[in-house]
T-cell receptor, first 116, second 114 residues
């Protein structure tokens, strides 16, 4: 069965600090997809990135970067030079190719608080 | 333009009542979903529909009945509301039902059962 664990429930940083969010997943599938979503205080869920299980290249998008390591079943997310607007709950999620439909299994989320 | 919209945004009701939440997407997607987010922020899928056909039903009580009149709409009807139904309900859509498709979420409906 698929499972996503985000061990950090809350992280507090001061603006301009870097922050890394951990995500560990479990799956028996060889083909699967990993996602990160952001939920700001306003409540909506915003898609950030998708990674497939065959692509272990790290990705950078502005101040955001992602490190995917199949050997440790991890898909970590780093915010560089954090800003107050980064304050949100961040969710890691997994979908398996073998599962019916496009079922997303979410981790418990990590709340990031960036203080000015 | 709103991609995935839900109405109402807030819903406060008494135990035992029946209520509906509406969802519409204008992205031309084939697949739509309902998720429940509890008070601890945990998100769990409830249903998914692909072209009006039920694909996923995640052991949700049968008091919850989704209805998809067309592929752009997926409504959620809840009978005999209970205190434990209080949560934020998110509708989402994706291009199709394959697992690589990212899902786009609506703004959520906060349901409070008194």
């Amino acid at each position: 069965a698929q499972k996503v664990t985000q061990a950090q429930t809350e992280i507090s940083v001061v603006e301009k600090e870097d922050v890394t969010l951990d995500c560990v997943y479990e799956t028996r599938d060889t083909t699967y997809y990993l996602f990160w979503y952001k939920q700001p205080p306003s409540g909506e869920l915003v898609f950030l990135i998708r990674r497939n299980s065959f692509d272990e290249q790290n990705e950078i998008s502005g101040r955001y970067s992602w490190n995917f390591q199949k050997s440790t079943s991890s898909f970590n997310f780093t915010i560089t030079a954090s800003q107050v607007v980064d304050s949100a709950v961040y969710f890691c999620a997994l979908s398996e190719a073998s599962a019916a439909g496009n079922k997303l299994t979410f981790g418990g989320g990590t709340r990031v608080l960036v203080k000015p | 333009d709103t991609a995935v919209s839900q109405t109402p945004k807030y819903l406060v009701t008494q135990m035992g009542n029946d209520k509906s939440i509406k969802c519409e997407q204008n992205l031309g997607h084939d697949t739509m979903y309902w998720y429940k987010q509890d008070s601890k922020k945990f998100l769990k899928i409830m249903f998914s529909y692909n072209n009006k056909e039920l694909i996923i039903n995640e052991t949700v009580p049968n008091r919850f009945s989704p209805k998809s009149p067309d592929k752009a709409h997926l409504n959620l009807h809840i009978n005999s509301l209970e205190l434990g139904d209080s949560a934020v309900y998110f509708c989402a859509s994706s291009q199709e039902q394959s697992s690589y498709n990212e899902q786009f979420f609506g703004p959520g409906t906060r349901l409070t059962v008194l």
